[in-house]
């Protein structure tokens, strides 16, 4: 089967796709705001410019979207139907660039919270494991880091 969308449409559609500020990341931003905290965006000087980082806490935040980075849901399991190969490695090149970016951050001494896109339709859930993971950096020594850049403050 074929795709559904003519190469023009295609196209259109795969511009319109964001890497900042998309609909998941702006619900996390949106509420960690009204929990109080302030945060640092898309920090230039950390392994994948995190897409949250709370540097008095130690902790980034990662926004994932489930198609792109392979959740186990159902959106993360759905495949393109055409260039099936293509998909698939690039797929495997960005499962891999995750874990990469997640383990330098880890060795550099950042904890890290992935959240996946379908995590962020709840808003109970989604406090919910907000406030497990800050009380948990909380808890840890405060020793304020700092970052590379200042990047941008919301």
Request: glycine share 6%; hydrophobic share 35%.
């Amino acid at each position: 089967m074929g795709d559904v969308h003519t190469p023009a449409q295609r196209a259109r559609n795969m511009r319109a796709i964001r890497a900042r500020d998309t609909t998941p990341e702006l619900r996390v931003r949106r509420l960690l705001h009204s929990m109080g905290y302030r945060f640092r965006l898309h920090v230039k000087g950390l392994p994948g410019k995190p897409d949250i980082v709370l540097p008095r806490l130690e902790s980034v935040i990662l926004v994932h979207g489930c198609f792109w980075h392979r959740h186990q849901c159902r959106n993360g399991q759905s495949q393109p139907a055409s260039r099936a190969m293509f998909w698939k490695h690039k797929f495997e090149q960005n499962k891999k660039r995750d874990r990469r970016q997640i383990r330098a951050l880890r060795q550099a001494g950042w904890r890290v919270l992935v959240v996946w896109e379908c995590q962020t339709l709840s808003a109970t859930v989604l406090q919910g494991r907000m406030n497990r993971f800050l009380n948990a950096s909380a808890g840890r020594c405060p020793v304020s880091k700092t970052l590379p850049n200042p990047g941008h403050i919301q």
